[in-house]
């Protein structure tokens, strides 16, 4: 069974920064590609990033370009997201996922294990 646990979010000002972070077990790590996606209220879940299973590959939203990066631990089954310069419009429910895609992938429908979410607010 494999489990997926999220961390590190909170409350922070606009242009401040917070890393999160995400855990994978259950299975080889290094064999997933991974994505970090958000919901905000009301809206769909969108991907926010994403990096294939070797961290070779990564994919990030136009709206995060520059000020977020993703990155992977696989001796450690983590993978991370660094979000810097936060803007109100980041504010929402931040999933990490994992899945078996080849390659990276900004589709939810590619990953086949979610945690449960960590909030991020940003506020103005």
């Known amino acids: 069974q494999v489990r997926v646990v999220e961390s590190g979010g909170g409350l922070v000002q606009t242009g401040g920064s917070l890393r999160l972070s995400c855990v994978a077990s259950?299975?080889?790590?290094?064999?997933?590609?991974m994505g970090w996606f958000r919901q905000a209220p009301g809206k769909e879940r969108d991907v926010v990033a994403a990096?294939?299973?070797?961290?070779?590959?990564?994919y990030y939203a136009d709206s995060v370009k520059g000020r977020f990066t993703i990155s992977r631990d696989n001796a450690g089954n983590m993978v991370y997201l660094q979000m810097n310069s936060l803007k109100p419009e980041d504010t929402g429910v931040y999933y990490c996922?994992?899945?078996?895609?080849?390659?990276?992938?900004?589709?939810?429908?590619?990953?086949?294990?979610w945690g449960q979410g960590t909030q991020v607010t940003v506020s103005s």
């Open positions: 990096i294939s299973w070797s961290g070779g590959s990564t």
């Open positions: 996922a994992a899945g078996d895609a080849y390659g990276v992938s900004r589709f939810p429908h590619d990953y086949a294990y």
């Open positions: 259950g299975r080889t790590f290094s064999r997933f590609a």
